[in-house]
């Protein structure tokens, strides 16, 4: 699904948050204390890898997080702006699906959310703990469902309000 069209999808069903890509100005103490390497690439805040992608057909009423960890929970507002809007129920979709988009799902679960995986729209390096962690989410916490299970259930849940 083009990028354009989730953002329609979730902007119908009063979507309006979305976390960027992660971001750095400088090392955090846990980072420099395992000896690891200043960030580089899309990670680096104010490089063009950092911007969003202009093919999701944002707009200045959208409301932009950034995440700085795994979890987009961590630090980002995300709370309160599902509070302030009455969502109760979060699509997921990302890259690393064994590490941010597990521990966000599993945070969203930990604050009563309802949690879907959007299983089209997920990625990892490692896809031996990738289908672990839907096996995982699928079986305790959430649903992973493709995308047009998602649209079937948005479209049922639309009409049922």
């Known amino acids: 699904m083009p990028p354009s069209l989730r953002l329609r999808l979730a902007r119908q069903r009063g979507a309006e948050a979305r976390p960027r890509p992660r971001k750095h100005s400088s090392l955090n103490r846990s980072q420099h204390s395992r000896g690891a390497e200043a960030p580089r690439g899309p990670r680096v805040s104010g490089t063009p890898g950092a911007q969003l992608d202009p093919r999701l057909a944002w707009d200045?009423?959208?409301?932009?997080?950034?995440?700085?960890?795994?979890?987009a929970f961590f630090r980002t507002g995300l709370d309160e702006v599902l509070d302030r809007h009455g969502i109760g129920e979060l699509v997921l979709a990302g890259a690393n699906t064994h590490a941010c988009v597990r521990t966000s799902a599993i945070d969203a679960y930990r604050r009563d959310l309802r949690v879907i995986l959007a299983s089209?729209?997920?990625?990892s390096y490692d896809?031996?703990?990738?289908?672990?962690?839907?096996?995982?989410?699928?079986?305790?916490?959430?649903?992973?469902?493709?995308?047009?299970?998602?649209?079937?259930?948005?479209s049922c849940r639309s009409s049922n309000v």
């Open 120 to 123: 089209d729209c997920l990625s």
């Open 127 to 154: 896809e031996g703990h990738a289908a672990d962690s839907l096996r995982y989410i699928a079986g305790n916490i959430g649903r992973v469902l493709t995308n047009d299970e998602i649209r079937q259930h948005l």
């Open 60 to 71: 200045k009423a959208d409301i932009i997080l950034v995440k700085k960890r795994y979890s």
